[in-house]
């Protein structure tokens, strides 16, 4: 099933450019459909969790060859990424309960497996964020998704951010986050 959007790809490239690795150092290391996968697709791409999970972690070793968790490193500098310009302003007057929120609303933008939702403990300095009905879901996304979540909620201007993933469940996945 097709079930990961690969906008992701496109950022995964330019970062390769940036740290002076060529495409053909990611090429090397996955299969040829692996290998076209990431070569062709389009941002608006879907492709199944597993192949999609494969090019993720063969560019994120690539990218942070030194960093304990690749993947994990990754999603969070995407997060800084993405939220440029008005966005990180914005970030910056949002509560991170709001963050999070969102960013579980726009959960089905980028997957089509999986519901998002989140916990709040605002008086813990804590969350839960959650996706369930996703049996599949591929161990190198969700490295990087909880990467996202962390670079999100730093922008918030938050401190000691920290996420760790809770497999308490074979469909059920759990990032729970702390700051202060």
């Known amino acids: 099933m097709t079930d990961y959007k690969c906008s992701t790809f496109d950022y995964l490239r330019r970062r390769l450019g940036e740290v002076g690795v060529s495409e053909d150092s990611v090429l090397s290391q996955l299969s040829p459909d692996d290998g076209e996968l990431f070569r062709s697709a389009l941002p608006l791409t879907w492709a199944p969790g597993p192949a999609a999970g494969r090019v993720l972690r063969a560019a994120c070793l690539l990218i942070a060859p030194h960093d304990p968790n690749p993947l994990h490193e990754v999603g969070r500098a995407m997060a800084g990424d993405h939220m440029n310009g008005m ?27 999986g519901k998002a939702r989140v916990e709040h403990r605002p008086s813990e300095n804590c969350g839960i964020f959650i996706v369930e009905d996703y049996p599949s879901f591929d161990a ?7 990467g996202y979540i962390q670079g999100l909620i730093e922008l918030t201007g938050a401190k000691s951010v920290n996420v760790k993933e809770n497999e308490s469940s074979h469909d059920t996945w759990r990032w729970i986050v702390h700051w202060s």
């Open 87 to 113: 966005y990180r302003l914005l970030l910056r007057f949002t509560s991170i309960s709001t963050v999070v929120e969102k960013a579980a609303t726009l959960w089905s933008t980028f997957h089509k497996r």
């Open 140 to 146: 190198n996304i969700r490295a990087n998704v909880g």
